[in-house]
């Protein structure tokens, strides 16, 4: 059990981090929020196991994907369209290539986001996902190609 | 373009709701595991067997006392644990509520744990462990050998044999304690006890109820210690009706069906006793719980059935993705769904292979128990929701377990029961009907998922697709004891 301060220093720390990857993956405010809350109650759980920033990033990415997985596979969610009050506070040029990222297939869109976003190498992204480094090559290089097609048209 | 990217993230922030969920912790406020709602639905199943025993009766046989009117058919009534009801989650609640919910939650976990340390438990007593998957395995092959949809539930059974040894005698008695792996009437006594707090479940999330009685003709004198025995060592219920007669009929019927929350015996008596019939033994097993993970009502769509005759049917399938273990054996795959009340496990045959071959193995439902040899990857789920119901004729079981004595006038024993002679077992049956279907979309909104956060997502895992558009096999247990068996062959 963890102590409402401690809690909230952690949620403040990480919470930007695990937010956007779980928005990236589930295009839905309210999932986001769901997943959000699993996360952190199952990080709290283990808190005392990761003994790094490194390590506990690692950790709260993986458990993003893992949660935002076992949603994804309800069909209907997969066609909402992205909520506008998601993008509401984004420049009109960044919100379109937002919106085109999101509109990619998942995998594409996950290696897209924790490569250009948060930083991680081909072979970070693969421990993260379970992947063949190949695979996310793969992912990274047509997931840019689909964003340059998509983009081209509004350009 | 990843520069717009990266401000256009800058700017996400996660809301204000979520951030306090977040802080708050779930965990902080429940100790127990997590709550869906309490609505009824999932799996419900019950089985209700019928010993009609008859004889003739003869000078000796007294009048009993005048008619008994409605209610007043009982002689002795069992009293059940009174035990409470797993509190209700304030979900959304205030602080001070949640610290209720916690003070309730701590009771209600005391109470339930004193009434399971009143018997030592199944887990610790390997002789009865090992005498139910003898007798489960064997007589669940025999009772489940024919056609079409069939549920048989082998505690059910149990219970109504163990009575049937109380009010027996000599080689009689000895037959169905030797069938039940009992060593004697006193070790049985101590065994019903253990399996009965077990067993016992009612707590508002799931319920497990056996439901024991004894109905006894109104023109004869029956041995009040065995009754009373009956009662005290079985949780039974005894009454005294007018045999042969509706209203004898309807009394057990209402009494079944009160039994089984109506699943059984409210659509037409279960059974028809006539002016020669003694005594009838009824036990019924009702058993409602909830799927662990419910399956998400959006995901069921209609697809084909195609039962053993080869004819297809349209009906709707639920469909759920799990990451969970599984068995791949010679001439089936197997796996399993939690729920609140025990685990149901799915077996679906090979192609080729009929669920009366599996059955024919005596080992077969223990084998499904093997974790030793489970497979760990993705369950794909298509199970159709189905609600199928049997009336089995137990005899040829009974027969096939070595009960025979019980069956004829020249040598069946019941003294302790009844002076009169002959009287002997005529009639042996168990109904049973089993549903399952979803759980509730709200249920299912709050549900999240079974995925641990500590495995790497695996890229291509293990899959086992669990189609069940064929015939296929369920067994429901809570621990060690299976309360049901079934075959459904179309639904």
């Not at chain 1, 072979?123 to 993260?128: D, H, N, R, W």
Request: hydrophobic residues 40%; charged residues 25%; glycine residues 6%.
């Amino acid at each position: 059990m963890t102590d409402e301060r401690k809690a909230r220093a952690q949620v403040e720390r990480w919470g930007d981090m695990v937010w956007r990857l779980a928005l990236a993956r589930t295009r839905h405010i309210q999932d986001s929020e769901d997943v959000f809350q699993e996360v952190f109650a199952r990080f709290f759980r283990h808190e005392e196991e990761l003994d790094s920033d490194e390590h506990r990033k690692a950790w709260l990415i993986r458990c993003t994907l893992n949660c935002t997985n076992t949603l994804l596979s309800a069909r209907w969610r997969t066609h909402l369209p992205l909520e506008e009050a998601v993008t509401k506070a984004m420049e009109p040029a960044d919100r379109t290539v937002y919106e085109a990222v999101l509109s990619l297939p998942k995998k594409y869109r996950t290696a897209i986001h924790l490569h250009y976003y948060e930083g991680y190498s081909v072979e970070e992204i693969a421990a993260l996902t379970g992947a063949k480094t190949g695979t996310v090559k793969s992912w990274l290089s047509r997931g840019r190609d689909r964003l340059s097609q998509a983009l081209k048209g509004d350009k | 373009m990843m520069n717009e990217y990266k401000r256009a993230n800058d700017t996400l922030h996660p809301t204000h709701s979520a951030v306090e969920r977040a802080v708050r912790g779930e965990d902080s406020k429940r100790k127990g595991r997590p709550l869906k709602a309490l609505v009824p639905a999932g799996v419900a199943a019950v089985a209700a067997v019928a010993l009609l025993i008859t004889g003739i009766p003869g000078t000796d046989g007294e009048t009993g006392g005048g008619p008994l009117t409605g209610s007043a058919y009982a002689i002795a009534l069992p009293e059940y644990p009174d035990l409470p009801k797993h509190p209700a989650e304030p979900l959304g609640g205030s602080d001070a509520e949640w610290e209720q919910f916690n003070a309730d939650l701590d009771v209600y976990l005391d109470a339930w744990e004193a009434y399971q340390d009143e018997t030592v438990s199944l887990r610790d007593t390997p002789e009865l462990t090992a005498a139910l998957a003898d007798y489960t395995g064997t007589s669940a092959a025999l009772a489940l050998a024919g056609e079409g949809n069939r549920v048989y539930s082998p505690v059910s059974l149990w219970f109504a044999l163990a009575m049937l040894s109380e009010t027996t005698d000599g080689e009689t008695q000895q037959q169905i304690l030797d069938a039940l792996g009992a060593s004697d009437v006193n070790q049985l006594r101590e065994w019903a006890d253990i399996l009965w707090h077990t067993l016992y479940l009612d707590d508002g999330t799931a319920a497990t109820l056996l439901g024991i009685s004894i109905w006894l003709s109104e023109k004869l004198d029956f041995h009040q210690d065995t009754l009373e025995r009956l009662a005290e060592y079985y949780y039974a219920g005894s009454f005294r009706v007018p045999m042969g007669t509706g209203e004898a009929d309807r009394a057990i019927t209402e009494w079944v069906s009160e039994q089984t929350k109506g699943l059984i015996g409210s659509d037409g008596k279960v059974l028809t006793t006539r002016a020669e019939t003694l005594a009838v033994l009824a036990s019924t097993l009702y058993f409602q719980a909830r799927w662990s993970d419910e399956f998400d009502p959006s995901l069921t769509a209609e697809d084909v059935f195609t039962a053993a005759d080869g004819s297809e049917t349209t009906v709707d399938f639920m469909h759920m993705t799990q990451t969970t273990g599984f068995l791949r054996q010679n001439g089936y795959q197997a796996a399993s769904l939690g729920t609140t009340g025990g685990t149901m496990t799915f077996v679906l045959p090979d192609e080729g292979v009929t669920p009366a071959e599996l059955l024919a193995n005596p080992d077969f439902l223990t084998e499904l128990t093997d974790s030793d040899s489970k497979i760990y990857g993705e369950v794909q789920w298509s199970v159709p929701k189905f609600d199928v119901s049997s009336d089995l004729d137990l005899i040829p079981a009974l027969t096939g377990m070595g009960i025979t004595d019980v069956l004829y006038r020249g040598t069946a024993d019941f003294t302790p029961l009844v002076d009169l002679t002959p009287v002997w077992l005529e009639e042996a049956r168990q109904i049973a009907r089993v549903k399952v279907d979803e759980e509730g979309v709200e249920a299912a909104a709050v549900t999240l998922l079974a995925a641990d956060a500590e495995e790497a997502i695996v890229e291509d895992p293990a899959i086992c697709v669990m189609d069940l558009d064929r015939p296929f096999l369920f067994v429901i247990r809570d621990g060690d004891a299976v309360l049901f068996v079934g075959v459904v062959e179309q639904v």
